[in-house]
């Protein structure tokens, strides 16, 4: 007998995507597998943080360490420059204009004698200068630090003084003995043995040559400042003009002071008032300085030989109203050389201590004469700088040869 087999039913196709059973098969990731990604993301993450901060940290740290590099050699340089010619334009009249009380005026105010304190840290500098290449005050500045006076002058031509001829001073204008090399502007320091000197200008348009007149006039001239005149100069002794710079072509003399202000920085103070700030502030010279200290070299020998044979302190004998003495200006001419020692100190702070609980200054020296800085910041890098400057025109009247 023959079976019939019932047909089997038609099978429709399942869709593509989708399950034997009609649902739509997954492609996403599984939970373990986000978890995963999630931990190595975050790994990834965490070691470029750890990466950038090291990078940008020793970024900054270079940085710091370069810029301290910049200002030991820039301060190197300058005070070096500014120290060196010490004295130039009117320490070789030493009879007269060396030592001098310096009497001066500006657009009709007297600025020399000081009729009040200067700014600080300068405060403690006596108000009365005299003209001494170079005069350490010690311990007025910013945390005990010292204040350097320097004094030069830029006129050239020999350095030497020109008398005055007597009974030639008439308010605002003088007979000189040569007026060759003169010119408009030009500032004359005129002294007398015994008085204090006095800064004049010449009129802006003269001219020096042939005649001996000098005609007066300008911002630093004055026929009186303060208790002295210039009528009552070159009537009975010998006066001379020497010349110290020009007030307008930018070459005048540099009478200044240097110390460290309360910002931690190193400032000047123009004392005739040329390159001062607006309002008559220092200007800043450079960031960063803590500390800075000054030790003489004298020469002790009798007679003197231009020779280093002790270096001091700016104290006892060598304080500074003690060379402002006449009677002890000797001692002025035995300072062959003064050596600096600053503290720099960087901006940037670092996490953790990295600078020492003390430092020593002058560490080439006797004990007595070192000075010990104590870091209140140990989280900045700190750096002691030394140099020795010789004071070349103090050496050239010690008979000695000045070095190059």
């Not at 960063?288 to 009798?302: N, S």
């Not at 700016?314 to 003064?338: D, S, W």
């Not at 020492?356 to 890098?381: C, H, I, N, W």
């Amino acid at each position: 007998m023959i079976q019939h087999r019932r047909p089997l039913p038609l099978r429709r196709p399942a869709r593509r995507g989708l399950a034997p059973h009609g649902l739509r098969r997954a492609h996403g990731f599984s939970l373990v597998e986000l978890m995963v990604s999630i931990v190595i993301a975050m790994a990834m993450i965490i070691a470029m943080g750890v990466i950038s901060s090291k990078f940008e940290t020793g970024k900054r740290q270079g940085t710091a360490t370069s810029d301290m590099s910049l200002n030991t050699g820039y301060l190197a340089y300058d005070l070096d420059r500014q120290l060196r010619s010490a004295g130039s334009g009117f320490s070789t009249n030493r009879n007269e204009s060396y030592g001098c009380e310096l009497y001066a005026t500006r657009s009709g105010t007297q600025i020399l004698p000081a009729q009040a304190a200067f700014p600080a840290p300068f405060a403690s500098v006596a108000q009365s200068v005299r003209m001494l290449p170079l005069l350490v005050y010690p311990g007025i500045g910013q945390g005990g630090s010292d204040v350097i006076q320097v004094m030069t002058g830029t006129g050239g031509i020999g350095e030497t003084a020109t008398q005055v001829r007597l009974n030639s001073v008439a308010t605002n204008l003088m007979r000189l003995t040569a007026t060759v090399g003169l010119k408009g502007d030009d500032l004359l320091l005129i002294s007398e043995s015994g008085r204090p000197c006095m800064l004049e200008q010449l009129a802006s348009t003269y001219t020096g040559g042939a005649s001996q007149q000098v005609d007066l006039a300008g911002d630093y001239y004055a026929s009186s400042i303060g208790t002295e005149s210039i009528n009552a100069r070159s009537t009975g002794a010998v006066a001379n003009a020497m010349l110290m710079g020009n007030a307008t072509n930018g070459n005048p003399p540099r009478l200044l002071l240097l110390g460290i202000n309360s910002d931690l920085q190193l400032v000047r103070y123009d004392l005739l008032q040329f390159t001062n700030g607006a309002g008559n502030v220092p200007i800043p010279v450079a960031d960063g300085v803590v500390d800075m200290r000054v030790r003489y070299g004298v020469d002790t020998t009798a007679p003197m030989d231009g020779v280093v044979d002790a270096w001091v302190t700016p104290t006892g004998n060598y304080a500074p109203a003690e060379l402002n003495k006449p009677a002890n200006q000797g001692n002025v001419f035995r300072i062959m050389a003064v050596k600096v020692s600053m503290v720099l100190r960087t901006d940037y702070m670092e996490k953790d201590d990295i600078a020492p609980e003390k430092l020593t200054m002058f560490s080439g020296l006797d004990t007595a004469l070192q000075t010990t800085y104590t870091v209140a910041d140990r989280k900045r890098r700190h750096r002691v700088v030394e140099f020795t400057v010789p004071l070349r025109n103090v050496l050239v009247m010690s008979g000695r040869a000045v070095p190059p």
